[in-house]
């Protein structure tokens, strides 16, 4: 670029002083922009005049002055410290008689900013582990060739701190008993970090159960059969040499070992079918390790029971006929959960526990004469209709502070004697109470009820009746 200046000669330089420079920016910066940590650059123009130059930031010029035609000269810029803003800095030329010829500047790069750990440890298992990054400017994460094959990292601004990156490592599982590693360099300008990557390693195993019957297959290290028993194939894989030992005294239980490749073995297991009398079994096989180290493979067989959710607008008739295939085949119904559902129909007599809350009110004969009612949860219900629990066999009662309403007989177990220790009412106000809702006059039971209540419920001719004890709480 040609600039041509106007001045006043007094020596032998042209009247019109003129200077050819590298092409610079709109902002008059030459296009090179200069590190953080200095350099020295060099600038080459055409001048028609003798000349010198002056630098505004008093940095060294080499040469500062010249004769007429092609010139170089060698600036010296420092180190930038400031990790906020670049800076530049500004050169005149002049001719030999003080007369302004032209002016460059030079733009340097500020200090690159770049904080984060020097060591992270991420876990055995395939996972995402997150570092954060204090930095200036984008920077770049180097990975090892050697780690790229169960390492990688992605890096995303933190859009709730200025200036803070996130780099997200993603790591495959490390199959190896022993940790591996991988050095890391995150890049930002001229500053360069390490960043020391330990995955962990460990024990690793993994087992899978066939049904022979469906050839339908469970993964895992827990299983639960069904109380029918059937064939079953169990493969049992670690990462490093192991043995076994059988924990399982039960009769209906039988496995034998019926191949072995490495660290791998399979076995066969005939699991008998449980009576419909007895509850659940565990069956147990202790893999032990070279390193003393040792796991478990259980497998549970169900008992015959299933439990019944009915919730929201949910009816128990229908989740009761979705059952009805296994109610057929003689399974108990261990648990019904009410919540917010609607109690439609009677439960079947097998149930043994149930759990209702947030309904206004329980039916009539809801669970009269469940002969294997043991327990009752009650939570946010309002009214508990006639005969609701009649003949039920728990040892203890709670009633809950929204109850207002119990209709006659509800819990009653007839000729019984002092067939729980206890009931317990949380409301401070007396529920309405029906006749003979406990007991039926053949025993006396303790009730416990808030603290300062106590008078009221004594004097409640209905609660009275069947309570000889009032306790406090």
């Known amino acids: 670029m040609a600039i041509t200046m106007c001045g006043c000669s007094t020596n032998d330089e042209p009247i019109t002083p003129e200077v050819s420079l590298p092409e610079l920016t709109d902002q008059g910066y030459l296009p090179e922009v200069v590190s953080d940590a200095g350099a020295v650059v060099s600038v080459t123009f055409d001048i028609n005049t003798d000349w010198y130059i002056y630098s505004n930031d008093g940095i060294d010029v080499v040469s500062s002055s010249g004769g007429k035609g092609?010139?170089?000269?060698?600036?010296a810029i420092p180190q930038n410290f400031d990790t906020e803003y670049n800076r530049g800095f500004e050169f005149v030329i002049y001719s030999s008689n003080n007369n302004f010829v032209e002016s460059f500047s030079i733009l340097?790069?500020?200090?690159?900013?770049?904080?984060?750990?020097?060591?992270?440890?991420?876990?055995?298992?395939?996972?995402?582990?997150?570092?954060?990054?204090?930095?200036?400017?984008?920077?770049?994460?180097?990975?090892?060739?050697?780690?790229?094959?169960?390492?990688?990292?992605?890096?995303?601004?933190?859009?709730?701190k200025y200036s803070y990156?996130?780099?997200?490592?993603?790591?495959?599982?490390?199959?190896?008993?022993?940790?591996?590693?991988?050095?890391?360099?995150?890049?930002?300008?001229?500053?360069?970090?390490?960043?020391?990557v330990v995955q962990k390693g460990g024990i690793i195993l993994t087992s899978s159960l066939v049904y022979k019957s469906?050839?339908?297959?469970?993964?895992?290290?827990?299983?639960?059969?069904?109380?029918?028993?059937?064939?079953?194939?169990?493969?049992?894989?670690?990462?490093?040499?192991?043995?076994?030992?059988?924990?399982?005294?039960?009769?209906?239980?039988?496995?034998?070992?019926?191949?072995?490749?490495?660290?791998s073995k399979t076995f066969d297991i005939v699991i008998s079918e449980l009576p419909k009398d007895e509850i659940w079994k565990q069956n147990r096989i202790d893999v032990i390790f070279g390193?003393?180290?040792?796991?478990?493979?259980?497998?549970?067989?169900?008992?015959?029971?299933?439990?019944?959710?009915?919730?929201?607008?949910k009816n128990l008739s229908d989740e009761i006929e979705a059952a009805r295939s296994k109610l057929n085949e003689g399974y108990f119904i261990d648990n019904i959960v009410v919540n917010g559902g609607n109690i439609d129909c009677y439960a079947p007599s097998t149930v043994r526990s149930v759990s209702i809350s947030n309904i206004e009110n329980?039916?009539?004969g809801f669970c009269e004469r469940c002969d294997?009612?043991?327990?009752?949860?009650?939570?946010?219900?309002?009214?508990?209709?006639?005969?609701?629990?009649?003949?039920?066999?728990?040892?203890?009662?709670?009633?809950?502070?929204?109850?207002?309403?119990?209709g006659d007989r509800a819990f009653l177990r007839?000729?019984?004697?002092?067939?729980?220790?206890?009931?317990?009412?949380?409301?401070?106000?007396?529920?309405?109470?029906?006749?003979?809702?406990?007991?039926?006059?053949?025993?006396?039971?303790?009730?416990?009820?808030?603290?300062?209540?106590?008078?009221?419920?004594?004097?409640?001719?209905?609660?009275?009746?069947?309570?000889?004890?009032?306790?406090?709480?």
């Open 70 to 75: 092609k010139n170089t000269v060698n600036i």
């Open 108 to 160: 340097q790069d500020k200090a690159p900013l770049l904080d984060l750990k020097d060591n992270v440890e991420i876990p055995q298992d395939e996972s995402i582990t997150d570092i954060s990054v204090k930095a200036n400017g984008e920077f770049d994460v180097v990975i090892p060739q050697e780690a790229q094959s169960w390492l990688s990292c992605e890096i995303t601004p933190d859009e709730s």
């Open 165 to 196: 990156f996130n780099i997200a490592l993603s790591a495959q599982t490390n199959p190896e008993i022993t940790d591996r590693k991988a050095l890391l360099t995150v890049k930002l300008g001229s500053v360069e970090k390490e960043l020391n």
């Open 214 to 263: 469906t050839s339908q297959i469970w993964e895992g290290t827990t299983f639960s059969v069904s109380p029918k028993g059937g064939e079953y194939i169990l493969t049992i894989n670690g990462n490093c040499p192991w043995d076994y030992k059988l924990d399982t005294s039960n009769d209906n239980f039988a496995i034998s070992e019926s191949k072995s490749n490495g660290n």
């Open 291 to 313: 390193n003393g180290d040792t796991k478990q493979i259980v497998i549970n067989q169900d008992d015959w029971s299933i439990t019944l959710y009915v919730y929201n607008n």
């Open 362 to 364: 329980i039916r009539e």
């Open 372 to 406: 294997n009612l043991t327990s009752i949860s009650l939570s946010n219900v309002k009214k508990i209709g006639a005969r609701a629990f009649l003949e039920h066999k728990c040892r203890s009662l709670s009633i809950p502070s929204s109850v207002t309403y119990i």
């Open 414 to 473: 007839y000729g019984t004697g002092v067939w729980y220790p206890y009931v317990t009412s949380y409301n401070p106000t007396p529920p309405t109470l029906g006749s003979w809702v406990f007991h039926d006059g053949t025993g006396s039971v303790v009730l416990k009820v808030p603290m300062g209540s106590k008078p009221k419920y004594k004097a409640n001719s209905s609660w009275s009746k069947q309570f000889d004890i009032f306790e406090e709480f």
